[in-house]
């Protein structure tokens, strides 16, 4: 991404902002994880998406007046020379220009008092703020803290939410955007194989970790796009599942749900194969239900299509195959071995933070993700790609990672060849 990307982004917001408005975007805080050490900062996706700055404790400011003029600035961290000794540079102001487009700034401590003149003005009506809680019991974000300023010192002031214009946005993928993600499907691809190449009875999920992991970091210091998600044998009937201690037996089947980030944009994959190398006859037939509804999908997404349909379809058509197959009584009973749906949004975020469409259309990207999970034949997996939709149908980003059960075979008979194990 460059500054363009990130202005074009801003420009697209103002256009959706009411004149008379103010828009307030915080980069977040740090959590602190222990007396003396903080949780690795992680910057808000919108003021990312915005501004492409990485810092705890940035914002951006911009406000619209009444004839449709649109300036901004932002606000930096001061120069410490004792904190940055500690903790590396802070942005310099030129640097947060050459990224973001955005010329004025000012140091954070003096937001409030600046603030404080714009609003008292009664020049501008709205205030937008990106107020969202994946839960009424998350903790406040700097947003929701100046919220309670405001309507203590500014009740004059309308809210606007921010963050339904920003999902709107983020909802349709750019053209580099889908070009970073294809990057990191690369990536993915050579993680996911490593660990299949490394793959043997008695392997701990931990050391399943460590060569993906170990792969990743070739491609520089950011790691995984999200925890990843690896399993072996009873492990994999916990669908989010971190503890990575576990030991795969032979004959058991290994899970993973993983993804490598390019330039922010992230991947979602998930594979599944026997630590041995070799799908047995029950494995087989519930891998080739997994990868038949799987394609299925790939060959009718296509524009137009209700969002909520994929889910729905991919169950319906898995449900059918397993009662053809003997596993399941009835396709009403498909719930015994699909858990969960799958076709969220991928981009910034792994289930990316947009506005859930109606009619799917061209630039979407999300998953197509079929899981079956047999307890009592002790298989469990789920097969994950991501679906860009296209102008006439949808394209499998994903389809470069080894996903039926001959390719699988064929690679894991490959061995790993970095010499960990």
Not at 68 to 84: H, R, Y
Not at 270 to 299: D, I, V
Not at 344 to 361: F, N, S
Request: proline share 4%; glycine share 8%; hydrophobic share 35%.
């Amino acid at each position: 991404m460059n500054k363009e990307f990130y202005q074009g982004n801003r420009q697209n917001f103002y256009k959706q902002m009411k004149e008379n408005s103010i828009l307030l975007l915080f980069s977040g805080l740090e959590v602190r994880k222990t007396n003396d050490e903080f949780y690795p900062f992680y910057t808000n996706r919108n003021f990312l998406y915005l501004t492409g700055l990485e810092s705890k404790e940035l914002i951006l400011l911009a406000k619209k007046d009444g004839e449709g003029k649109v300036s901004e600035k932002l606000f930096l961290l001061p120069p410490d020379l004792l904190k940055e000794r500690w903790t590396g540079a802070r942005i310099k102001p030129e640097e947060a220009a050459a990224c973001s487009g955005i010329s004025e700034f000012s140091y954070v401590g003096a937001f409030e008092g600046e603030f404080h003149q714009l609003a008292a003005t009664g020049n501008y009506k709205y205030l937008y703020l990106d107020l969202y809680r994946v839960s009424p019991s998350d903790r406040d974000e700097p947003a929701h803290l100046i919220l309670k300023k405001i309507a203590k010192n500014y009740p004059y002031l309308q809210i606007e939410n921010a963050n339904a214009v920003l999902r709107s946005l983020r909802l349709i993928k750019q053209p580099c955007e889908i070009e970073a993600m294809r990057q990191a499907e690369k990536i993915t691809c050579e993680g996911i194989t490593a660990m299949m190449k490394a793959s043997k009875p008695g392997m701990y999920e931990y050391q399943y970790k460590a060569v993906f992991d170990y792969v990743l970091g070739q491609y520089g210091p950011q790691g995984p796009g999200f925890p990843s998600i690896i399993s072996a044998g009873k492990n994999n009937f916990c669908i989010h599942y971190y503890a990575y201690k576990g030991q795969a037996a032979d004959g058991d089947m290994v899970l993973n749900d993983v993804g490598a980030w390019y330039d922010y944009h992230m991947t979602d994959v998930s594979r599944g194969w026997p630590c041995n190398g070799h799908f047995n006859e029950r494995q087989k037939l519930l891998y080739n239900c997994a990868l038949a509804t799987s394609n299925h999908m790939f060959e009718i997404i296509k524009p137009g299509m209700p969002m909520r349909e994929v889910d729905a379809t991919a169950r319906h058509y898995n449900a059918e195959l397993l009662v053809d197959a003997g596993v399941l009584d009835d396709v009403k009973n498909i719930g015994t071995y699909m858990w969960h749906g799958g076709a969220h949004h991928v981009g910034l975020d792994v289930h990316d933070v947009v506005q859930t469409p109606e009619l799917i259309a061209p630039g979407m990207v999300f998953c197509v993700d079929i899981g079956i999970y047999h307890e009592e034949w002790g298989i469990g997996f789920r097969l994950e790609d991501n679906c860009l939709v296209t102008e006439t149908g949808c394209e499998n980003l994903s389809s470069i990672t080894p996903r039926t059960i001959e390719a699988i075979e064929d690679t894991m008979q490959k061995g790993f060849v970095t010499g960990v194990f």
